[in-house]
């Protein structure tokens, strides 16, 4: 985007000789960023943000399967949580210190199982079957949102954000776009897409807080993993927290 400049000049009552004395001029180019009265934007705009965390399956009680296996037992390294954002908004309420953060993602959640768990749905109904016998090194499940989170965002510094402390808090919401069931073996592998019965629609609470370029992030879903109708008896909700690798 070009800028327009601005040439300001003062004037000179012995301008004499060969033109003009160039030492009093002043060039200006005006930031695209800023209306022209130098003050801040009410609203906003950041097109990418990123972050990077893990996954927490929380039971609500201790299940056991046969040979006395916990089912949902994670390998957490590798219970992954990416949220890519593709625009966030900031809208000041007051100050610019008190702000109304609003955007739409799509949130990524990779569930290890530490187990040898094979995940089934016959007929509508799902399963968690323990599988030592037949070579199976990994199983994952896998999910992907839509997200639009709403927070309340304050910022202590808000003309110098890399020394600045921020918190926010709020809710979001997500809507399952798709899924499926990675198994690995020696020499195979077999990928299963299907719903599992994942709950299609999800709210829940969302914070942050961080100064200047360190920021973290915890999401807690208030719906359950599992459609309650049709999660076998298995309540499970879950937290995802981790790094705001690219903030606002």
């Not at 800028?3 to 180019?29: H, K, M, Q, W, Y």
């Not at 705009?45 to 994670?74: M, S």
């Not at 019965?197 to 360190?214: D, H, K, T």
Request: overall charge positive.
């Amino acid at each position: 985007m070009l800028c327009p400049l601005e040439i300001d000049a003062n004037p000179i009552s012995n301008r004499i000789l060969n033109g003009f004395d160039t030492s009093n001029f002043e060039l200006s180019v005006p930031s695209p960023l800023q209306p022209r009265d130098g003050t801040r934007r009410n609203v906003n705009t950041r097109y990418i943000t990123f972050e990077l965390g893990f996954d927490f399956w929380l039971p609500a009680e201790d299940y056991r399967i046969a040979g006395n296996v916990d089912p949902f037992e994670q390998r957490i390294a590798n219970s992954t949580n990416v949220n890519l954002y593709f625009m966030r908004q900031r809208f000041n309420l007051v100050n610019h210190k008190l702000n109304l953060e609003y955007g739409i993602g799509l949130n990524f959640h990779k569930i290890m199982f530490d187990n040898p768990i094979v995940m089934d749905r016959t007929d509508g109904v799902l399963s968690f079957n323990y599988e030592p016998d037949i070579g199976l090194r990994k199983s994952r499940l896998n999910s992907t949102y839509l997200t639009i989170p709403l927070l309340l965002n304050f910022e202590s510094n808000p003309g110098n954000s890399r020394r600045s402390f921020r918190v926010a808090a709020g809710v979001y919401g997500n809507t399952r776009l798709g899924s499926n069931f990675k198994q690995k073996f020696r020499r195979e592998r077999i990928k299963d897409r299907d719903s599992f019965n994942l709950s299609p629609f999800r709210w829940g609470l969302a914070g942050q807080i961080g100064y200047g370029p360190v920021n973290f992030y915890v999401n807690y879903s208030m719906t359950d993993v599992f459609e309650s109708s049709k999660n076998s008896g298995y309540e499970i909700s879950m937290v995802s927290a981790g790094f705001i690798l690219i903030p606002f």
